[in-house]
């Protein structure tokens, strides 16, 4: 467990949780699943001294579920959001994901490491509290950005954002909402390879001469794409389900409130624009996928085809051929040429020439022609 005093000034990290509330700023509480579940009493017990009520029962299932998809809910004193994250399982986080085993993915061995573990977010008015896998990649690439930030400017006395490059979130919300954006964008950042992956099984399916197509990690594929699209369609759901909460929000009376107020909601729509393009490129990897089973089909069918006109032409070829040779085999004693010294000889040649005509015509009308690989 990570406890963060995040004020105005800087970004302070406690050893423990404190007995109240700070003067400025509020607290971050961000924990692994296992030891939230380990120190649930403990987490209660300090939530009730720093805001006066405890999580619900259903709410403190809802962060423990490891399986639970996207959604939002709220009290009237605390909103709740579980968010599936989409990043990069590394190897080291094997040991980790042992603790909170998932259903393996098939397919690509890009889409086997996508992880989808739920993040929880519990947001008060001074206190956010998440709760992440066993690994809490997020946590710790964020508390670094926000340890790593500039120090307070000594002749304003607020700190300097522009030195970090980005101002520090001004609220448990604003909070969450970076988070959940970092989420969203490490998905982005495995869209290259998503595609790159997705472009050579697309090229090994339409070869023409490609004779072995892996049908079952294909398909593998296929399911583990369509189960992305439900998970980022919850997220879009719950991420919508908040942007509704904050328009019930009391407008506040002082400007720097109502400004803080439409920065939110600004964010809050420009999460939800990065999950749609998430959505956005789910689907048509989706549809790319299908299309090239389609296409890969299609190919074959048009080699069969191709196939079967030679053949076809060939056969015709040696029909008249046949014909001949069928006329000269029958049982009769007169036979025109057939007791001549060159009627052997005339008939090999008119067999021949017939061969040879149908052959010139046939790959004229290109039924004979060679197609390209």
Same mark, same amino acid.
């Given at each position: 467990?990570?406890?963060?005093?995040?004020?105005? @000034?800087?970004?302070?990290?406690?050893?423990?949780?404190?007995?109240?509330?700070?003067?400025?700023?509020?607290?971050?509480?961000?924990?692994?699943?296992?030891?939230?579940?380990?120190?649930?009493?403990?987490?209660?017990?300090?939530?009730?001294?720093?805001?006066?009520?405890?999580?619900?029962?259903?709410?403190?299932?809802?962060?423990?579920?490891?399986?639970?998809?996207?959604?939002?809910?709220?009290?009237?004193?605390?909103?709740?959001?579980?968010?599936?994250?989409?990043?990069?399982?590394?190897?080291?986080?094997?040991?980790?994901?042992?603790?909170?085993?998932?259903?393996?993915?098939?397919?690509?061995?890009?889409?086997?490491?996508?992880?989808? @573990?739920?993040?929880?977010?519990?947001?008060?008015?001074?206190?956010?509290?998440?709760?992440?896998?066993?690994?809490?990649?997020?946590?710790?690439?964020?508390?670094?950005?926000?340890?790593?930030?500039?120090?307070?400017?000594?002749?304003?006395?607020?700190?300097?954002?522009?030195?970090?490059?980005?101002?520090?979130?001004?609220?448990?919300?604003?909070?969450?909402?970076?988070?959940?954006?970092?989420?969203?964008?490490?998905?982005?950042?495995?869209? +290259?390879?998503?595609?790159?992956?997705?472009?050579?099984?697309?090229?090994?399916?339409?070869?023409?001469?490609?004779?072995?197509?892996?049908?079952? @990690?294909?398909?593998?594929?296929?399911?583990?794409?369509?189960?992305?699209?439900?998970?980022?369609?919850?997220?879009?759901?719950?991420?919508?389900?908040?942007?509704?909460?904050?328009?019930?929000?009391?407008?506040?009376?002082?400007?720097?409130?109502?400004?803080?107020?439409?920065?939110?909601?600004?964010?809050?729509?420009?999460?939800?624009?990065?999950?749609?393009?998430?959505?956005?490129?789910?689907?048509?990897?989706?549809?790319?996928?299908?299309?090239?089973?389609?296409?890969?089909?299609?190919?074959?069918?048009?080699?069969?085809?191709?196939?079967?006109?030679?053949?076809?032409?060939?056969?015709?070829?040696?029909?008249?051929?046949?014909?001949?040779?069928?006329?000269?085999?029958?049982?009769?004693?007169?036979?025109?040429?057939?007791?001549?010294?060159?009627?052997?000889?005339?008939?090999?040649?008119?067999?021949?020439?017939?061969?040879?005509?149908?052959?010139?015509?046939?790959?004229?009308? +290109?039924?004979?022609?060679?197609?390209? @690989?």
């Amino acid at each position: 467990m990570r406890i963060f005093h995040i004020q105005g @000034s800087g970004v302070q990290e406690l050893d423990t949780l404190p007995a109240q509330l700070p003067d400025q700023g509020y607290l971050w509480i961000a924990c692994a699943r296992p030891a939230f579940q380990a120190q649930l009493a403990d987490v209660q017990a300090a939530l009730l001294r720093l805001t006066g009520l405890q999580l619900v029962d259903l709410h403190v299932s809802d962060l423990l579920n490891a399986q639970l998809p996207s959604h939002y809910d709220y009290t009237s004193q605390y909103d709740l959001l579980v968010f599936r994250r989409l990043a990069t399982l590394p190897p080291e986080d094997d040991a980790a994901a042992t603790l909170q085993p998932a259903p393996r993915r098939g397919g690509p061995p890009v889409l086997r490491r996508i992880d989808t @573990s739920p993040v929880g977010f519990a947001v008060f008015d001074q206190v956010l509290l998440t709760v992440h896998p066993g690994d809490c990649s997020v946590r710790d690439a964020y508390a670094s950005r926000l340890l790593a930030a500039a120090p307070a400017d000594p002749r304003e006395g607020r700190a300097n954002p522009t030195a970090s490059g980005t101002r520090k979130p001004t609220s448990p919300a604003d909070l969450m909402l970076r988070l959940v954006n970092q989420m969203v964008d490490g998905y982005l950042d495995l869209r +290259r390879e998503l595609s790159r992956q997705l472009d050579h099984w697309q090229t090994e399916l339409l070869r023409p001469r490609a004779r072995y197509v892996n049908w079952s @990690s294909l398909l593998d594929a296929r399911l583990s794409l369509h189960a992305l699209d439900e998970i980022c369609e919850d997220q879009r759901t719950a991420v919508q389900d908040w942007i509704d909460a904050l328009e019930t929000w009391a407008v506040p009376d002082s400007p720097t409130g109502l400004r803080d107020l439409d920065l939110l909601k600004v964010r809050s729509r420009d999460v939800l624009e990065h999950i749609e393009r998430v959505v956005h490129h789910v689907r048509r990897m989706e549809q790319n996928t299908e299309t090239a089973v389609q296409m890969h089909f299609s190919v074959q069918g048009n080699r069969t085809n191709d196939i079967m006109r030679t053949l076809t032409a060939l056969t015709a070829v040696f029909l008249p051929l046949n014909l001949i040779a069928g006329i000269f085999g029958m049982n009769f004693e007169f036979i025109p040429l057939i007791h001549k010294q060159d009627g052997f000889w005339w008939a090999m040649g008119s067999m021949i020439t017939i061969a040879v005509v149908l052959v010139a015509v046939f790959w004229r009308k +290109r039924y004979l022609a060679r197609t390209g @690989s």
